[in-house]
């Protein structure tokens, strides 16, 4: 995983877990806009917006560069050290070449053993990964709260695959249809109200960590999922838009 960088100015940067239900029975710097417009033409004494005769005109301005990152939404989920179980969340969005924060800063719970380091995250080692990554679909026990994501509800039969030795490793199982592998995680737990998909480890590569959410707070520091209050965790779910590519980037201040 990406290094990740440095808050600056007191605002979150650029662009852009296992489980938690057995538990439960759960920056980078900002960057303004690559180039600003340049100062209005001042016209001479006397002169008009067509200018004198034989008044040289200087040209004037050019547009300005669009925001590549315009309209973006970005998390950052922030602890002072990697034993840390509790972290800082903060939503931002893109606007006017400024990430300008719209929700937050909240208390998120994390893994019961902090973060790990980036690129150091194992399946059962009880830590939230470091990294920034997209969000997947968005689920719950409860029906569809009004969020803009694919949004899946949960049965009895549905499962998380977190065994790494089975070929559908960190992927939801319908147990109708596949089996999830070994100790699975039960997705119709209360925990699972509500919660999104964080995309950590999407290559599925065995052993490096599987059902990293985001959901809702069940008391205690989690297996490696992150966790807010239900009221916090639905406004978040609620404002998060697959058309402004929203991240989450979580790790240690560096």
């Given at each position: 995983m990406r290094p990740w960088l440095r808050l600056t100015a007191g605002v979150a940067c650029a662009s852009l877990l296992g489980g938690c239900a057995t538990g439960a029975t759960p920056l980078a710097g900002s960057t303004r806009a690559a180039s600003t417009p340049a100062p209005a033409t001042r016209q001479p004494a006397g002169g008009t917006a067509t200018g004198r005769a034989g008044a040289s005109q200087r040209p004037s301005a050019g547009p300005a560069l669009a925001d590549p990152l315009a309209g973006h939404q970005?998390?950052?989920l922030t602890a002072p050290s990697y034993g840390d179980t509790y972290a800082t969340f903060t939503a931002y969005r893109r606007a006017g070449g400024r990430w300008r924060r719209v929700l937050g800063p909240w208390t998120a719970r994390i893994g019961r053993n902090g973060f790990a380091p980036p690129g150091q995250k194992r399946e059962g080692d009880g830590r939230t990964p470091s990294g920034t990554f997209r969000f997947g679909f968005l689920f719950g026990v409860l029906p569809n709260p009004g969020?803009?994501?694919r949004y899946r509800q949960s049965?009895?039969?549905?499962?998380?695959?977190?065994?790494?030795?089975s070929p559908r490793y960190n992927e939801w199982v319908d147990t109708r249809r596949a089996s999830p592998g070994l100790s699975p995680e039960p997705m119709d737990v209360w925990a699972y109200d509500y919660g999104a998909v964080i995309g950590y480890n999407t290559a599925r590569t065995p052993g490096l960590g599987s059902?990293?959410?985001?959901?809702?707070n069940i008391g205690i520091a989690t297996a490696g999922c992150v966790t807010l209050p239900t009221g916090d965790l639905l406004r978040v779910l609620r404002w998060l838009d697959p058309a402004r590519s929203p991240r989450i980037r979580m790790g240690v201040a560096t």
């Open positions: 970005l998390i950052t969020v803009q994501f049965n009895s039969y549905d499962y998380w695959d977190d065994d790494p030795a059902a990293i959410f985001l959901h809702q």
